[in-house]
Nanobody, 127 residues
């Protein structure tokens, strides 16, 4: 089982990045996928989550309207498009898979025990 986040980097405030999360070794289309981030000295935070079919998403308030989660089940990949980045978005971003019984995003998905975690990718936003 593997989840690998990629696409991080250094960007100026107001810029954009697209992160990818490539999955292998499990039935990707059975799992909701969440993006998390952790900044130095801070708790890990759920950023956004997408359901199995890709028709539903949920976001933390601080990124609504700026970040978009999407998925391509044919490629076993989930994306996090981040626009209008701010210095406070600086963090290590990771993806995680959650086995769900239906095609939905749990209301408190960020508190669930995720089944699989991937290694993160660093995003740094300069002011």
């Amino acid at each position: 089982v593997q989840l690998q986040a990629s696409g991080g980097g250094l960007v100026q405030a107001g810029g954009s990045l697209r992160l990818s999360c490539a999955a292998s070794g499990f039935r990707f289309d059975y799992y909701a996928i969440g993006w998390f981030r952790q900044a130095p000295g801070k708790k890990r935070e759920g950023v956004g989550c997408i359901n199995v079919s890709g028709s539903k998403t949920s976001y933390v308030d601080s990124v609504k309207g700026r970040f978009t989660v999407s998925r391509d089940n044919a490629r076993n990949t989930v994306y996090l498009q981040m626009n209008n980045l701010k210095p406070e978005d600086t963090a290590v971003y990771s993806c995680a898979a959650l086995l769900v019984a239906g095609d939905y995003v749990p209301i408190t998905w960020e508190t669930y025990g995720m089944d699989y975690w991937g290694k993160g990718t660093q995003v740094t936003v300069s002011s």
